[in-house]
């Protein structure tokens, strides 16, 4: 058993009123895709019938500020009818102290995570991240490291981003093959799991802002694909959607989009996808602000606290 602190759940309770000996509960397992499936899931309903959500998180709780935290019980576990299980390509505590509490022979739907790594080739972890008040995560969670070896350098503004941008073009790998890669890795995923995803991903991520991080933070029309995916393979005990998922409302589509962390992608990566016109003058959502590549790297580089 692992310690308490591991112990959260996060709940969605059913809509319309229904009687406790009425609601039923899934349980939903995974990262932050997974989080954003179970928003989606539990907040378009389901016709006539009363499923409790929950949400068991395969990471520190509490760590991404999800709403709704509650402690996770064993009477809650015992009685999930069913699960919606995130495939992981390790053996994960987290998962297995959940997976322990189940009920033998619970009906499971597993489904996978996405990430294309392959979008931001210079990632990496980012040694001068400190958590402040406002920002809990840091203000650049995540590192660059072209851009580390320019801020040693001591340059700032136009003549850091442009010694950044020789520097990395030539030091760019080979895209194509960081491309099938990672589609390679998601076809694997995919064979392991009820709910096949790489298929939509090679098809759409060239022409909309599909995937907004290494790490897999996602668009709504990635997460409502899941979602709708997932519902059609769990139907037998779900139902029919109250409301399909292709007419949320703005207000369901911000709910699952996955926070305002877009890391901008370089013009070169761009440029060899064959990434559509939404790439062009793209503005990405960033901690409350709205920079381009440029203006990014200008405050990442040298690591800007001044906004």
């Not at 030091?171 to 064979?191: C, G, I, N, Y």
């Not at 060239?206 to 995916?229: K, M, N, P, Q, T």
Request: net charge negative; aromatic share 12%; proline share 9%.
């Amino acid at each position: 058993m692992t310690p308490l602190a591991d112990a959260y759940l996060y709940v969605i309770e059913p809509q319309g009123s229904w009687s406790p000996d009425e609601v039923r509960n899934v349980l939903v397992y995974g990262n932050c895709q997974a989080h954003a499936v179970y928003q989606a899931l539990g907040h378009v309903g389901f016709q006539g019938a009363p499923w409790r959500f929950i949400f068991a998180p395969n990471h520190a709780p509490g760590s991404q500020g999800y709403p709704g935290e509650t402690d996770l019980s064993d009477d809650l576990l015992a009685s999930v009818a069913l699960v919606l299980w995130q495939c992981e390509t390790f053996e994960n505590p987290r998962g297995q102290v959940v997976r322990g509490r189940l009920p033998a022979g619970v009906p499971t739907v597993r489904f996978p995570a996405v990430f294309m790594p392959c979008l931001w080739p210079f990632i990496c972890p980012e040694p001068r991240a400190v958590p402040e008040p406002r920002f809990p995560h840091t203000r650049f969670p995540y590192g660059d490291m072209i851009g580390l070896e320019i801020a040693k350098l001591g340059l700032t503004g136009p003549a850091a981003v442009s010694a950044y941008m020789d520097l990395s073009r030539v030091r760019m790998p080979d895209l194509p093959v960081r491309l099938e890669r990672d589609f390679a890795r998601m076809r694997k995923t995919d064979a392991a799991c009820d709910v096949g995803i790489a298929g939509f991903v090679a098809r759409r991520f060239r022409h909309s802002h599909l995937i907004w991080s290494a790490y897999g933070h996602a668009d709504h029309a990635l997460v409502f694909e899941i979602a709708d995916r997932v519902a059609q393979a769990a139907a037998r005990q779900l139902g029919p959607v109250t409301h399909p998922f292709d007419s949320a409302t703005d207000e369901m589509k911000d709910r699952v989009g996955m926070g305002p962390v877009q890391i901008p992608i370089h013009p070169a990566v761009a440029e060899a996808f064959g990434l559509g016109p939404w790439i062009v003058d793209k503005r990405y959502a960033w901690m409350g602000q709205h920079w381009d590549f440029v203006e990014y790297l200008q405050r990442y580089i040298p690591y800007d606290t001044d906004w």
